[in-house]
């Protein structure tokens, strides 16, 4: 029986486009767009077949948590990979590839972005299969979704001559077109390029090497000089940050002879912007795509989500309306592609906004600033079950922290104590102090903050380690 299939899950990306809503705090691929899942969580989903082994997950340090957390919520096993630092695809898919063949050395990889939908699974795995034949013969399949429209937001693939099984050789890739070239493209039945791949490790690995011997080299030393972090593989600094700094399109796929693609129609979308959100989701009456506390009076085909905020709409219509706590989106939606002018426009002048959601996510939990001003700040808190900030003081600040639910075990100095709702605990300035939830359930505090500096890098760390209690 041929060995499964190792899927390489891609999780490192930001999704600039669908900000507010995806930052790098919290990028779109574990955001809950499209109803109670993320889109990270039903990649995974869709590789649970006897088709596959558990999936390679590449990502970095500040999304391991999300990546975990969002698995634990599935039950789902997959060996997380850390990236310390972004090389584009082109470098993570090769450790990713170089990792699944020291594991298997015949290893065959699925590639896949974590950020896509698929709606027909069924489909999509009948696609990886019509594809295996061409992988194994040595080829570097990639998927191409066959058009629906003259679309200029993705690159495109012009198929050849049938090789193995169902691939067809490439003849050509095209970055994204404008109208004209894309309406030829339809007719003459290009396929849009989806971005996930299928080929034998060792054949990418081969190929990767023709082109950019440093760089295979750089990754190779990044995983021969990797290790365990706490559970997850992280592939060592030093070699990985000297690799070129390029996609895996660029750096082989449009470089390569061996290059076939297979055609699929699986209901596929990168949802790219949030007019193709607004393209994706359930529309009333008048066309208008809806999320949280929301009212609409003679609006048409608008999306207008909220994520706290009660948000109305009145006498418009093709907008996009995107209502976080910390900021607001209005856009038309024939331009939502553009969102990302304004997330540069943010990072310019320095707004943390363009990069982190109010409410962060943490190893323990995660927090949310709820009011700051003159000398103080005031946060929610909420632990995890099981969960523990670690040992610490402040140089800067005194801290008061108010049960709102739950039990929390707190250390201050040499006192240890159990708090329980509507009790307080006062951290002086300068004491050691600790917080831990020892329950099953999630621990609610109310935080708040006095003193001459409230940044989150007012942090000492104490090396002690106490016994959990």
């Known amino acids: 029986m041929p060995a499964k299939i190792r899927p390489i899950i891609m999780c490192g990306g930001a999704g600039t486009r669908l900000w507010p809503t995806s930052r790098n705090s919290l990028p779109k691929q574990f955001a809950m767009l499209l109803g109670e899942r993320s889109t990270f969580q039903d990649t995974v989903l869709r590789l649970r077949h006897k088709l596959f082994d558990p999936p390679l997950v590449l990502t970095n340090r500040n999304h391991r948590v999300l990546a975990e957390r969002q698995l634990a919520d599935i039950s789902a096993e997959a060996e997380i990979v850390l990236e310390p630092d972004r090389r584009d695809s082109g470098p993570a898919i090769l450790a990713g590839c170089l990792l699944a063949e020291r594991r298997e050395a015949e290893s065959t990889v699925l590639v896949v972005a974590s950020d896509h939908l698929v709606t027909n699974r069924a489909a999509f795995r009948h696609a990886v299969v019509s594809g295996l034949p061409a992988a194994r013969a040595g080829r570097l399949v990639t998927f191409g979704v066959a058009a629906q429209h003259a679309c200029t937001d993705y690159g495109w693939i012009e198929p050849g001559m049938v090789l193995e099984g169902e691939a067809r050789h490439?003849?050509?890739?095209?970055?994204?077109?404008?109208?004209?070239?894309?309406?030829?493209?339809?007719?003459?039945?290009?396929?849009?390029?989806?971005?996930?791949?299928?080929?034998?490790?060792?054949?990418?690995?081969?190929?990767?090497?023709?082109?950019?011997?440093?760089?295979?080299?750089?990754?190779?030393?990044?995983?021969?000089?990797?290790?365990?972090?706490?559970?997850?593989?992280?592939l060592a600094l030093d070699g990985f940050v000297t690799a070129q700094r390029r996609s895996i399109d660029f750096a082989v796929m449009e470089r390569t002879d061996r290059a076939a693609v297979v055609a699929m129609a699986c209901g596929w979308s990168d949802i790219g912007s949030w007019d193709a959100l607004w393209a994706l989701s359930d529309h009333d009456g008048s066309g208008n795509a809806r999320r949280g506390?929301?009212?609409?009076?003679?609006?048409?085909?608008?999306?207008?989500?909220?994520?706290?905020?009660?948000?109305?709409?009145?006498?418009?219509?093709?907008?996009?309306?995107?209502?976080?706590?910390?900021?607001?989106?209005?856009?038309?939606?024939?331009?939502?592609?553009?969102?990302?002018?304004?997330?540069?426009?943010?990072?310019?002048?320095?707004?943390?906004?363009?990069?982190?959601?109010?409410?962060?996510?943490?190893?323990?939990?995660?927090?949310?600033?709820?009011?700051?001003?003159?000398?103080?700040?005031?946060?929610?808190?909420?632990?995890?079950?099981?969960?523990?900030?670690?040992?610490?003081?402040?140089?800067?600040?005194?801290?008061?922290?108010?049960?709102?639910?739950?039990?929390?075990?707190?250390?201050?100095?040499?006192?240890?104590?159990?708090?329980?709702?509507?009790?307080?605990?006062?951290?002086?300035?300068?004491?050691?102090?600790?917080?831990?939830?020892?329950?099953?359930?999630?621990?609610?505090?109310?935080?708040?903050?006095?003193?001459?500096?409230?940044?989150?890098?007012?942090?000492?760390?104490?090396?002690?380690?106490?016994?959990?209690?």
């Not at 050509?172 to 989806?194: C, I, M, Q, V």
């Open 170 to 234: 490439v003849d050509r890739f095209t970055e994204k077109p404008d109208g004209h070239r894309a309406a030829e493209y339809l007719r003459r039945r290009w396929l849009w390029n989806s971005g996930n791949f299928l080929f034998g490790a060792r054949s990418l690995i081969e190929e990767y090497r023709t082109f950019e011997p440093a760089t295979v080299s750089a990754v190779e030393a990044a995983v021969a000089n990797g290790a365990d972090e706490a559970g997850a593989f992280a």
């Open 293 to 469: 506390n929301v009212e609409l009076v003679d609006a048409h085909n608008c999306l207008v989500s909220t994520d706290g905020p009660m948000t109305s709409v009145l006498g418009v219509e093709d907008l996009i309306v995107v209502a976080n706590r910390d900021a607001v989106l209005v856009a038309d939606r024939n331009r939502a592609g553009e969102v990302k002018q304004v997330v540069e426009l943010l990072r310019s002048k320095g707004c943390s906004q363009a990069e982190t959601h109010a409410s962060v996510h943490c190893s323990w939990g995660s927090y949310q600033i709820v009011d700051a001003g003159d000398g103080f700040q005031v946060k929610r808190m909420i632990v995890a079950p099981k969960g523990r900030l670690l040992l610490q003081k402040h140089r800067f600040r005194s801290e008061h922290w108010v049960v709102v639910r739950g039990t929390a075990t707190v250390t201050v100095g040499e006192t240890i104590g159990h708090f329980g709702k509507n009790e307080h605990i006062f951290i002086p300035l300068g004491a050691v102090h600790q917080l831990e939830n020892s329950g099953s359930g999630p621990l609610e505090l109310i935080e708040v903050q006095n003193g001459s500096y409230l940044g989150e890098d007012d942090v000492i760390r104490v090396d002690e380690v106490r016994p959990q209690i």
